[in-house]
């Protein structure tokens, strides 16, 4: 038997969704961020204090995250693609904007911590959240999963079809979303064992990095809660398990998020942020697939170089050892192979785009709507240097293709 085909409607419209994030969306999530706690009704101080601390933190925590509700803008405009206007409604569309906001919490999550991990001492221009609340930062990202939960449970229908489905979800989000951190864990331990002589080392495990390790960094990293992201979309428009979860919708999410997180650790290059914190990006897991032959031969004395630089100088904090980085970087041409592996990603993307709308339909924009988001949703600085990034000449073709939705197949209507 065919599996279920998504039926897709309408197109991308960003200014509009900009609109709709900025309006009616932040109505329901300011009136979400007043949801009652589950328990702690043992006495009214007990309650009025808790309840009071909950809805602050849910109020105020995302405005630190540079995300500015990107996770749910894909909700919004992935379900818009996916559903007839009839259940576009107001009444519908609200209950869109509630999971949305449950998504936007648990996406929070991800960002606050990882900030809390890299010592960032700044994010949207505000101080990070860790700094700000260093006594109840670890209880406020509990509080943002377990009211994200207790959206799904008071507000999705207990005649949807799909609320259990997304409520698991859900949790089984929260528990993968542990997984990023095991990198970091490692950084810590290796740091911790590495100082020698009063002088720190780098934690950097450069005999693990490779050009394929770059893979599940980003499927920890992104792919895998923008998969969810999606999924609570189409289980909200009421599209099954007949949908395909993996095959090549799941490849076509793959290699979006890929290109997104190339063009993050693009951007953000010009602040040092992650050379000081060791972070695996596509920029060093380059760098040491040349070092070991991985782009073809290299002399010798180039591979120790590099090997050297990384071994002792990424992720150690001083200035000194970041313009070493830099420049063994430069020396060995990692920006440029940068931008030839963003251009492979994005050639290649077409190609998984034309799958994925062979397998189910799958809306054609994903992969554009996440790299003009991404330059929408940063501070003014960085949206001008990634809108530039993706105007050059080498990428304005494989971008307009990955835009136009008039390729789209309509499937047939669902029974």
Same mark, same amino acid.
């Given at each position: 038997?065919?599996?279920?085909?998504?039926?897709?409607?309408?197109?991308?419209?960003?200014?509009?969704?900009?609109?709709?994030?900025?309006?009616?969306?932040?109505?329901?999530?300011?009136?979400?961020?007043?949801?009652?706690?589950?328990?702690?009704?043992?006495?009214?101080?007990?309650?009025?204090?808790?309840?009071?601390?909950?809805?602050?933190?849910?109020?105020?925590?995302?405005?630190?995250?540079?995300?500015?509700?990107?996770?749910?803008?894909?909700?919004?405009?992935?379900?818009?693609?996916?559903?007839?206007?009839?259940?576009?409604?107001? !009444?519908?569309?609200?209950?869109?904007?509630?999971?949305?906001?449950?998504?936007?919490?648990?996406?929070?999550?991800?960002?606050?911590?990882?900030?809390?991990? &890299?010592? !960032? *001492?700044?994010? #949207?221009?505000?101080?990070?959240?860790?700094?700000?609340?260093?006594?109840?930062?670890?209880?406020?990202?509990?509080?943002? /999963?377990?009211?994200?939960?207790?959206?799904?449970?008071?507000?999705?229908?207990?005649?949807?079809?799909?609320?259990?489905?997304?409520?698991?979800?859900?949790?089984?989000?929260?528990?993968?979303?542990?997984?990023?951190?095991?990198?970091?864990?490692?950084?810590?331990?290796?740091?911790?064992?590495?100082?020698?002589?009063?002088?720190? *080392?780098?934690?950097?495990?450069?005999?693990?990095?490779?050009?394929?390790?770059?893979?599940?960094?980003?499927? #920890?990293?992104?792919?895998?809660?923008?998969?969810?992201?999606?999924?609570?979309?189409?289980?909200?428009?009421?599209?099954?398990?007949?949908?395909? &979860?993996?095959?090549?919708?799941?490849?076509?999410? !793959?290699?979006?998020?890929?290109?997104?997180?190339?063009?993050?650790?693009?951007?953000?290059?010009?602040?040092?942020?992650?050379?000081?914190?060791?972070?695996?990006?596509?920029?060093?897991?380059?760098? /040491?697939?040349?070092?070991?032959?991985?782009?073809?031969? %290299?002399?010798?004395?180039?591979?120790?170089?590099? $090997? &050297?630089?990384?071994?002792?100088?990424?992720?150690?904090?001083?200035?000194?050892? %970041?313009?070493?980085?830099?420049?063994?970087?430069?020396?060995?041409?990692?920006?440029? $192979?940068? $931008?030839?592996?963003?251009?492979?990603?994005?050639?290649? $993307?077409?190609?998984?785009?034309?799958?994925?709308?062979?397998?189910?339909? !799958?809306?054609?924009?994903?992969?554009?709507?996440?790299?003009?988001?991404?330059?929408?949703?940063?501070?003014?600085?960085?949206?001008?240097?990634?809108?530039?990034?993706?105007?050059?000449?080498?990428?304005?073709?494989?971008?307009?293709?990955?835009?136009?939705?008039?390729? &789209?197949?309509?499937?047939?209507?669902?029974?």
């Amino acid at each position: 038997m065919e599996a279920q085909r998504f039926r897709l409607y309408g197109e991308m419209d960003l200014a509009a969704l900009r609109r709709e994030i900025d309006g009616p969306y932040r109505e329901v999530h300011d009136e979400l961020a007043a949801i009652p706690q589950y328990g702690y009704n043992d006495s009214a101080f007990d309650w009025k204090h808790t309840q009071a601390g909950a809805e602050y933190a849910v109020r105020n925590l995302w405005s630190t995250a540079w995300q500015c509700h990107y996770a749910t803008a894909l909700v919004i405009h992935f379900y818009r693609r996916i559903t007839p206007q009839e259940y576009q409604s107001p !009444a519908h569309m609200r209950l869109v904007y509630a999971v949305g906001t449950a998504v936007d919490w648990i996406t929070t999550i991800t960002i606050v911590m990882d900030d809390w991990m &890299d010592g !960032a *001492r700044v994010r #949207n221009g505000q101080p990070t959240w860790h700094l700000q609340h260093p006594r109840s930062f670890a209880n406020d990202n509990f509080i943002l /999963a377990t009211q994200a939960l207790n959206v799904l449970s008071a507000v999705v229908p207990d005649h949807h079809p799909f609320k259990r489905e997304m409520h698991d979800r859900t949790v089984r989000q929260i528990a993968h979303d542990a997984h990023y951190w095991g990198y970091h864990t490692l950084l810590d331990l290796r740091r911790a064992q590495a100082t020698v002589g009063g002088v720190a *080392r780098s934690p950097v495990p450069v005999a693990d990095i490779t050009l394929e390790a770059h893979q599940p960094v980003v499927f #920890n990293r992104a792919t895998d809660w923008l998969h969810w992201a999606i999924s609570m979309a189409r289980l909200l428009a009421c599209y099954g398990s007949g949908i395909p &979860d993996g095959g090549a919708f799941l490849d076509y999410i !793959a290699g979006a998020t890929t290109a997104a997180c190339v063009v993050d650790d693009i951007v953000d290059a010009v602040t040092d942020d992650d050379i000081r914190n060791g972070e695996p990006t596509i920029q060093l897991c380059l760098a /040491a697939h040349k070092a070991t032959g991985g782009l073809g031969p %290299i002399a010798a004395e180039t591979a120790a170089d590099i $090997l &050297d630089t990384l071994q002792n100088h990424a992720g150690v904090d001083t200035a000194a050892d %970041i313009e070493l980085v830099r420049r063994m970087y430069a020396r060995n041409g990692i920006p440029e $192979l940068t $931008l030839d592996y963003l251009e492979a990603l994005l050639d290649r $993307l077409v190609q998984l785009r034309q799958a994925a709308l062979h397998e189910c339909s !799958a809306p054609g924009d994903i992969a554009a709507f996440l790299l003009y988001w991404l330059a929408i949703d940063r501070d003014a600085e960085r949206a001008g240097e990634t809108g530039g990034l993706l105007k050059q000449e080498r990428f304005g073709d494989l971008i307009a293709q990955l835009a136009h939705a008039g390729e &789209d197949q309509v499937a047939p209507a669902r029974s």
